[in-house]
């Protein structure tokens, strides 16, 4: 029997359920590999999680360490000790993590410390803001990996310039945009949400308000949602909310200064997810992944940050940085960018093919 590749994929959280499907479907594709998954527990929620593991035919994960949620150093520290005790026992030929997020940090420390080589899908990306919890777990993930998946010629230049070594460096391509081709006809026939919600094309603005940089601030969670309520006066806001901003809201008045133009909906499946962004007239967000399928579905998007890991959409015309303290220009921004189109051809993010070269790199490479 052929000897196969043993790699462990570590993930945890919803934008690494999405990336994984894609490179978990090209792994097995080639034959060659054998894949063990291992869920961190860091989303724990059935539409966090579930759903995108049954949506996405994600094979179920062999381990689950069920983490849930905590400050950083706990729910870190969880992490380190249950991925460290899966890695002893499967001792796998390589570990395999995504994004940016406190997952991607525990699996490339416990893998390194092991002396396991470390690939890192979505590698180079950076928003210049160490202020980020996400900041810091990339620039740590990129800088203990052995192999390096940069998603844009800018992230391969980001590399190059922090002296990683050049040759452990691969363009790959982004596998969200793989997803998003690979998925699309699914959610055509799937995704009865916009029928549900009575929500006709183009009359509606999307947002996802999830970072910890406008949810923990009372000042800006408070200012992000008067404008929604300015915006909700020309058109409904749907907002499927993420839990932490859920929490967070109770917070403030009981989330009573909420506007009823803004249609509070549970966090969204990916393909009700794809449906609802392919038909907004305008995506207000401050989520990474949603500001890039904006663009794959040629939506203009604002975001409500002030920095961004994706500058090519901005220099492309198809994303917009505002401040949301500033609520009026806020308002006036997302409305005017409604019908606002940026350059269409581009292809910043590659063919599509991402996974594939993934899984072609990880072959030669073991
Ligand atoms: C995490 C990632 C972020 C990513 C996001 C996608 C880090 C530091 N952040 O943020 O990069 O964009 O996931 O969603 O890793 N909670 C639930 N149910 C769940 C999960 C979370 O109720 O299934 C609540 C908990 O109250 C928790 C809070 O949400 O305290 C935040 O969860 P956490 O895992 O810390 O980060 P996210 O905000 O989801």
Known sequence: MKKLIKIATIIGARPQFVKAAVVSKALKHTDKFNEIILHTGQHYDENLSNVFFEQLEIPAAQYHLGVGSGSHAVQTARMLE????????????????????????????????????????????????????????????????????????????????????????????????????QFAEKSESKSQILTELQLKDSTYALCTVHRAENTDNEL???????????????????????????????????????????????????LDMIALQKNAAVIVTDSGGVQKEAFFYRIPCVTLRNETEWPELVELGWNKLIDPTDVSIAAQSILGSIGRLGIRDAQPYGGGNAANRIADVLAECL
Do not use: C, W
């Open 82 to 181: 249950g991925i460290e005790s899966v890695l002893l026992q499967e001792r796998p030929q390589l570990v395999l993590v995504y994004g940016d997020t406190n997952s991607t940090l525990a699996g490339a420390l416990v893998a390194s410390k092991l002396k396991l080589p470390v690939a890192h899908v979505e590698a180079g990306l950076r928003s210049r803001n160490r202020d980020m919890p996400e900041e810091i777990n990339r620039i740590v993930a990129d800088h203990l990996s052995t192999l390096l998946f940069a998603p844009t010629k800018g992230a391969v230049a980001q590399l190059h310039s922090e002296g990683i070594a050049p040759n452990s460096i691969h363009l790959s391509g982004d596998v969200m945009y793989d997803a998003a081709l």
């Open 220 to 270: 800006r969670l408070r200012a992000i949602f008067e404008v929604l309520s300015e915006v909700s006066k020309t058109m409904p806001v749907v907002l499927p909310l993420h839990p932490r901003t859920r929490n967070s809201l109770q917070h403030i008045d009981n989330g009573r200064f909420l506007a009823d133009g803004i249609r509070i909906l549970p966090p969204a499946g990916y």
